[in-house]
């Protein structure tokens, strides 16, 4: 993979969150765009260049699909920056697109196309599903940290320069709308690969990523439940997001050192 | 100096002069023209007349200094020179150009950064324009100022932050639900600084206001003032139930909303955000209340700090503003000045062409032999040529004019406008 062309997008993603910390100044403001979708079209030019080379969709491999799932957050990064008027969410979202593409420069570059022999259109569908679900949870995650902390300031009556986050309302619509669509993702990508996998072999014992995975799903299902059907807001419905993700990352992280990658 | 004339700023404004005087000097839309009539027949071509509530000044050229605007004002209002004097502000020159771009960005406004003195300038450009006394120089500062006025607000948050209660309440709810559009009010209480917030919450999209008083005739009263509707003291908890704001300014020494009735009510709410302004000194609202999932409350002190620090930030960002008319207001005096060079160049321009055509007639027999392209080849080539020569003096004189250099002008004049 061109390394060259992701130091370049993680550099320009860097600076998309640090201009955040810079003074409040609108023309400053209007780089974040440029420098995320600029990151955006660099790191898709390295996964489309490496997908040529392999000959497959570039994420079966676990660099190729860091960096999918880095890519999937920088987009979804400009869409908050667009729903908040760009009200400061690059500096909380983008840092989530640099670790993974950070951590995806550190693995090892080289990998042999997957086997496709046995693969219908259900096992793509399934891998792409579930990394839109992932970078959709880890969005909400986000938008949902800084729900808590924009409501917490609040609480605190620490006041100063607050307008530069955006809204308590703007914040629960926008992670409304991750978890919906993860949750969708997610269900869609157990599915197909659930389909596929007793399509090949027949009903068989589910692994313990399975079964993790599954546990996911069940969160997201209450707190869509609680989010979409209670109507809860506030702090309760961002908690369910932070907790959700951060089991999720260290379950996915503690089962695949563990156990490697079921499949 | 722009040509033979400079430019001149005259007035008064709430710091030099008091409300007296300058509502005496406030020149209405329909005495305006009067107004530039007057100073055309005093040798002041263009002239400018911005009068607000805060301000009345004159900006013009004149021959030499301002003395003839401060002869039309005292001569004007019948005063002496020696009554108006210590309450005018005379500018010239670049100071001239910086006081009109600090005034139109809003930094010599006594709420800084306020927005209304943007639309002001525009007017009274308007006006000078109608009555055809913004000519040529006023032109391009006008537009000059209106576009410095434009930077500083994008550059700048000077315009951004809340220096009012009211503006601070719209603020503190914007934080809470971003747009307030749609959103509905409770007010509690007819308190001056309730009003106050109500009337700015509902200028910035609250659509919907109820107004409960202990005195429903009161309330009613309110009610019909603010387009909303009138409600009894004790629907309070079927009220807080719909609202998504809630301003209370009542005298009550005790709390009308204590924490187990706005917890009774969030819960019913499932915690949807509650924002409540209490703007009564003793307090209406428990601040325990602030502990409640969902409900944000703020108290009259909190405002105040939002105000207060609004202002500083303004004042912070006034530091960059003035950096940014500074060297804008240089920039265009020099581009001004360079307009007093025109005359010259006009001239330069105008010998060069009476010679390209002198010499194209003398030679009108040579032409005649030629085919009609060669022709147009020979005086599009003539016309080039003048055009490469006299690139060179032209700039010359453009910087001359924009340095005030008046002996190169002198002499560039001499060679050129000159007799053949």
Redesign the interface.
């Known amino acids: 993979m061109d390394s060259s062309l992701l130091i370049a997008a993680l550099l320009s993603w860097l600076a998309a969150a640090g201009l955040r910390l810079a003074p409040?100044?609108?023309?400053l403001a209007r780089l974040v765009v440029p420098l995320v979708s600029l990151g955006v079209a660099l790191d898709a030019v390295a996964l489309a260049d490496h997908g040529v080379r392999l000959g497959q969709l570039p994420v079966y491999d676990p660099a190729s699909s860091l960096l999918f799932l880095a890519l999937l957050v920088a987009c979804g990064t400009l869409y908050a920056h667009r729903a908040t008027s760009g009200r400061g969410l690059s500096l909380f979202l983008l840092p989530l697109a640099v670790v993974l593409l950070a951590v995806a420069l550190l693995l090892p570059g080289e990998f042999e196309p997957a086997s496709t022999a046995e693969w219908s259109v259900l096992f793509p569908l399934h891998v792409l599903a579930l990394l839109c679900g992932l970078a959709a949870f880890g969005l909400s995650f986000g938008v949902s940290v800084v729900y808590l902390v924009?409501a917490r300031r609040?609480?605190q009556?620490r006041?100063?320069?607050?307008?530069r986050?955006?809204?308590?309302?703007?914040l629960d619509q926008l992670n409304t709308r991750f978890i919906l669509f993860g949750f969708a993702a997610l269900t869609s990508g157990i599915a197909a690969g659930g389909i596929w996998a007793t399509s090949l072999t027949g009903p068989r014992d589910l692994g313990a990523t399975v079964w993790s995975t599954l546990v996911v799903w069940a969160w997201y299902f209450v707190a869509v439940q609680v989010r979409v059907v209670?109507?809860?807001?506030?702090?309760?419905a961002a908690g369910f997001s932070v907790v959700g993700f951060a089991g999720l990352v260290v379950g996915l992280i503690g089962l695949g050192v563990a156990m490697g990658w079921h499949g | 100096m722009i040509g033979e004339f400079e430019l001149a700023c005259v007035g008064l404004n709430h710091r030099t002069a008091p409300v007296e005087l300058r509502e005496r000097f406030a020149v209405a839309s329909d005495q305006l023209s009067v107004h530039y009539e007057e100073l055309r027949r005093a040798d002041v071509p263009e002239t400018v007349i911005l009068s607000t509530c805060n301000r009345v000044e004159f900006y013009a050229l004149v021959p030499s200094d301002e003395q003839r605007l401060i002869d039309h004002l005292a001569r004007w209002r019948g005063m002496r020179r020696r009554q108006l004097e210590p309450h005018l502000y005379r500018h010239l020159g670049v100071e001239a150009v910086t006081h009109l771009f600090r005034v139109a960005s809003s930094l010599d406004s006594m709420v800084l950064g306020e927005p209304q003195i943007l639309g002001q300038v525009k007017e009274a450009f308007r006006g000078a324009e109608d009555a055809r006394s913004a000519g040529r120089i006023l032109h391009l500062l006008m537009r000059r100022a209106l576009t410095v006025a434009k930077r500083v607000r994008t550059e700048t948050a000077i315009g951004r932050e809340p220096v009012s209660m009211g503006r601070a309440g719209v603020e503190l709810a914007r934080q809470v639900f971003g747009k307030l559009e749609g959103r509905g009010g409770l007010m509690v209480g007819a308190g001056e600084m309730g009003r106050l917030v109500a009337r700015s919450l509902l200028d910035h999209g609250v659509e919907e206001l109820v107004v409960a008083n202990r005195t429903y005739a009161r309330a009613v009263e309110l009610a019909q003032r603010f387009g909303g509707t009138a409600a009894h003291l004790d629907q309070l908890e079927r009220y807080l139930e719909q609202v998504d704001i809630v301003l209370t300014s009542t005298g009550s020494t005790e709390h009308l909303l204590t924490r187990k009735v706005l917890g009774r009510v969030m819960r019913t709410r499932r915690f949807r955000p509650l924002f409540c302004v209490d703007l009564s000194v003793p307090r209406n609202i428990d601040p325990a209340c602030n502990d409640l999932e969902g409900a944000f409350v703020f108290n009259v002190d909190d405002l105040s700090r939002v105000a207060a620090q609004g202002m500083e930030r303004r004042k912070q960002e006034a530091e960059l503003a003035e950096d940014i008319v500074r060297s804008e207001a240089q920039r265009c005096y020099q581009s001004l000045g360079a307009r007093s060079a025109d005359p010259i160049i006009a001239a330069m321009t105008r010998r060069a062409e009476s010679a390209r055509v002198a010499e194209l007639a003398r030679s009108e027999a040579v032409l005649a032999t030629m085919t009609a392209e060669q022709r147009d080849v020979v005086r599009a080539m003539t016309r080039s040529m003048f055009k490469r020569f006299l690139h060179h003096p032209i700039q010359v004189a453009r910087k001359a004019g924009a340095y005030g250099d008046d002996s190169a002008l002198g002499v560039l004049g001499q060679v050129f406008e000159g007799e053949e």
């Open positions: 409040d100044r609108p023309g924009v609040l609480k009556k006041l100063a320069s607050l307008g986050l955006p809204s308590l309302t703007v209670g109507g809860w807001r506030g702090r309760l």
